[in-house]
């Protein structure tokens, strides 16, 4: 008996917790990477403000839906205060095929935060990055938290 | 009979003009604009509206009638989907220049095209061409900004507050807050100001009865959409402003309901009347945390310029006075939808004053210094014509630098290189009054053939030479040097002499600065670790030689004293002063330690360096005695980032990564 009513319990907390989500199971995620010299993307933990121009932060948003709002990431700077409000956008991916140029979007979406010759450089605004993944018009993040550095 | 008599004498007149005028041009100039002046059109939901577009000729053509073709551009805003593309020409008769008019149509629709986030409003152009019987083009663009009314419930849109006091006693805090009445549907029936206040820290209301130590005001409508609104809170409200403490604020937008969109923004008041602060401008945002607004003001003859890191300009009025630190009457913010990293120009016209700024996402701007409009943009999504996309998509940008005919260039021309994450960039001089690339270097048959590593910093003109001068990183620092080419025929290509053009550094990896010119030299600050150098290249013969520091990044540039030899520049933790004698580069003073110290600025004839750091202070440094005085702007872990003069009113201007502009008065 006590188990079932234990059972119930959460039950009802799982559905009051749904009920306070208006957009249900949504959620995203950050990755934060750099283009090396050849135009690959590499994963990035530690940047180097006198070498890399911009770091890219590519997310996904799940379930994907035509209508699910903008992938915003929060970036904040090492003295915890936010930097930038960075607006990510889908990515497109340019294939040949037989013989013709084929754009197509991505899932994942994608913004740049400028590192090289920015105010994070002229500033000497050093330490530990964090980017927070949040939907458009909400104030909590969607998603896990990435943090990364920027040494001199 | 008077009037036949007077009707020969005009045209008796109006021929000896016209036999005077022969060696001159033979009409006025010709202007477009958009009435009224600031452009702003509050879209509807069906349907057109009409935009009245007022055609000028500065004097009558004795000789002729005087036409020009008119159409509309497209912008951010898209034809048909945006507004009806339209066009034809306009005539002035023979001796007639009363203005003249033509409607164009913006199209309405239920599309919601406001971000919150971004803060764009949409903009398309009218533009003149071919003008016949004309001296020429005075100004041959106006800009329709299109305020989107399909929002659900906005909030108050670019909330900002001015800080001060009016006079000395414990409750002469002032604090002005200033939005813009947001676009909708159904247009907001009140905005309520709700307050807290504390001692030394708050947080913003939650609600409108969320106020402990504090309380709300309310504002009734009817209000105009698009409109801006002012709300002081003084020692004139019932509930005073005390000094110094926290106030943090929140706008609400009252649509029978209150707008999910709660602006809010966080100030300490102070003392102005004895204090050295004279006012503070802080932007409010939407969510808990400011945004950065490190780049260095741009002080301008009709007001200071700041882009923040949300990438809005936001102007402020000049002075110390009763309005200071407003936005100035005609300035509407506006936002770019990048931040920008280094100073910003203003250059004036004869078709108005201009602020030229790059973005870091590759994009330069020309924005209407007066109106807040934007005259021109060289953006990846809307590249002007067929115009080759500048290549900074991916990468920073670096700030625009010109040459300007009114200063005796021999062109008119904005300089601007890109970076990349991947380098192979160009170095572009861009028509600076509608964006248009003029040149850019390397093209076909330049020397050497290929691209270049990226540009992180400005370029530096050399006007008497007609030359310009700019550092690329990559895989080598390299200094360059190009000749800009004859009047009316800008040709960006390779100087041949100097020899040494252009002239590697000695150096891979890393990035530079901007170069800056004097006494024959030219000095360029180099990042690459520990080995990090301010350089010294004698132009006429390429003689390098360099200092190197040992602290990381020279910020931005080197400081020259216009007075003699000396230079000052800052690093990673450290202020220095350094002499060039002509041979070598040699210290003046061991280096004053400084976190975090931003790009320094020196008062022109005085000993007096300023140079903000990262404990919320702006440093006043004597570069005789090194004797280093404090302006105490806010405390903690706060960087001030560099510092901008207006040498007119003895202000430095700093801003803060907090998000606040400083105005403080120095000696």
């Not at chain 1, 959460?10 to 990477?33: E, F, H, M, N």
């Not at chain 1, 991916?93 to 991505?106: C, I, P, W």
């Not at chain 2, 000049?318 to 300035?331: F, I, K």
């Amino acid at each position: 008996m006590s188990k079932l009513l234990l059972a119930l319990l959460l039950i009802a907390s799982v559905d009051a917790l749904a009920d306070d989500d208006p957009r249900g199971q949504v959620s995203c995620s950050a990755s934060v990477s750099v283009v090396d010299g050849n135009g690959r993307l590499r994963e990035a933990r530690r940047v180097s403000a006198s070498v890399v121009p911009s770091v890219v932060i590519r997310g996904r948003v799940s379930p994907r839906e035509e209508d699910s709002p903008a992938l915003l990431f929060d970036v904040y700077n090492p003295h915890g205060r936010r930097y930038q409000v960075l607006l990510a956008t889908p990515r497109v991916v340019v294939s040949e095929r037989d013989g013709h140029r084929v754009k197509k979007t991505s899932k994942t979406r994608e913004a740049t935060l400028a590192v090289a010759g920015s105010s994070i450089a002229l500033t000497s605004m050093f330490g530990r990055w964090r980017v927070e993944p949040r939907l458009e018009g909400e104030s909590r993040p969607c998603g896990r938290a990435e943090i990364f550095t920027i040494r001199p | 009979m008077r009037r036949g008599v007077t009707r020969v004498t005009q045209a008796l007149a109006l021929l000896l003009l016209a036999g005077a005028g022969t060696a001159r041009a033979q009409g006025g100039l010709l202007r477009v604009e958009i009435l009224p002046p600031v452009n702003r059109v509050v879209e509807g939901d069906s349907g057109t509206i009409p935009v009245t577009v007022t055609f000028y000729l500065s004097s009558p053509n004795p000789t002729g009638p005087t036409s020009v073709n008119w159409s509309t551009t497209a912008g951010s805003a898209l034809a048909t989907a945006d507004f009806v593309p339209a066009g034809d020409t306009v005539t002035f008769p023979q001796f007639n220049n009363s203005f003249q008019t033509r409607t164009i149509f913006v199209q309405n629709d239920t599309v919601n095209e406001w971000s919150s986030t971004l803060q764009q409003d949409e903009y398309f152009y009218v533009d003149l061409s071919a003008p016949v019987g004309a001296a020429g083009i005075e100004n041959g663009r106006a800009t329709v900004t299109i305020v989107d009314n399909d929002a659900n419930q906005p909030g108050v849109q670019y909330l900002s507050v001015v800080t001060d006091s009016t006079g000395t006693n414990a409750t002469d805090g002032r604090n002005r807050l200033q939005w813009r009445v947001p676009a909708a549907p159904t247009g907001p029936t009140q905005f309520k100001v709700c307050w807290k206040s504390n001692p030394t820290s708050c947080s913003s209301p939650l609600s409108d009865t969320d106020t402990a130590g504090g309380g709300c005001s309310s504002i009734n409508g009817p209000f105009t959409a698009g409109g801006k609104l002012l709300f002081t809170h003084d020692n004139t409200n019932v509930i005073k402003v005390n000094v110094p403490a926290a106030y943090c604020y929140s706008v609400f937008t009252v649509y029978g309901g209150f707008s999910p969109e709660r602006a809010e923004v966080a100030v300490t008041t102070f003392d102005s009347t004895p204090g050295p602060v004279k006012w503070a401008f802080t932007p409010g945002h939407y969510s808990t945390a400011a945004a950065a607004s490190l780049v260095p003001p741009t002080v301008g003859l009709d007001g200071i310029y700041s882009v923040g890191t949300d990438g809005v300009v936001y102007a402020m009025q000049r002075g110390v006075g009763a309005t200071s630190g407003l936005w100035p009457p005609t300035w509407n913010p506006v936002a770019l939808g990048k931040p920008a990293h280094n100073r910003s120009p203003v250059v004036t016209f004869s078709a108005g004053a201009r602020l030229f700024v790059g973005t870091e996402n590759g994009e330069v701007h020309a924005v209407d210094a007066r109106s807040g409009s934007i005259v021109w943009s060289r953006a990846a999504g809307f590249p002007v014509g067929s115009q080759q996309l500048m290549p900074g998509s991916t990468g920073t940008q670096a700030t625009p630098a010109g040459v300007f005919t009114s200063f005796g260039g021999l062109n008119d021309l904005l300089l601007v290189g890109t970076a990349t994450a991947v380098g192979n960039t160009q170095f572009f001089a861009l028509d600076p009054t509608n964006g248009v690339t003029r040149d850019f270097y390397p093209t076909g048959g330049d020397t050497p053939p290929g691209l270049i590593d990226n540009v992180f910093g400005m370029a530096v003109v050399d006007y008497p030479g007609n030359k310009v001068y700019f550092g690329t990183a990559g895989s080598a620092l390299t200094l360059w040097g190009l000749d800009m080419g004859p009047s009316g025929a800008p040709d960006l290509k390779l100087l041949t002499t100097p020899s040494w053009n252009p002239k590697p550094l000695g150096i891979t990896g890393g990035t530079t600065g901007a170069p800056v010119a004097r006494n024959g030299r030219l000095y360029l600050g180099t990042d690459n670790g520990a080995a990090s150098a301010i350089h010294s290249l004698h132009v006429s013969d390429g003689t390098l030689y360099s200092y190197t520091h040992g602290d990381g990044q020279v910020k931005g540039f080197v400081w020259p004293d216009r007075r003699d030899d000396r230079l000052y520049f800052t690093t990673v933790n450290k202020v220095h002063g350094v002499r060039d004698d002509g041979a070598a580069i040699t210290a003046l003073w061991s280096p004053i330690a400084v976190q975090t110290p931003s790009i320094p600025l020196q008062k022109p004839g005085t000993d007096n360096l300023y140079v903000g750091d990262g404990t919320g202070q702006l440093l006043q440094i004597n570069v005789v005695s090194q004797a280093i005085t404090p302006f105490p702007l806010d405390t903690g872990t706060v960087q001030i980032g560099a510092p901008s003069l207006d040498n007119v009113n003895n202000l430095v201007l700093v801003g803060s990564d907090k998000g606040v502009i400083y105005a403080v008065r120095v000696p």
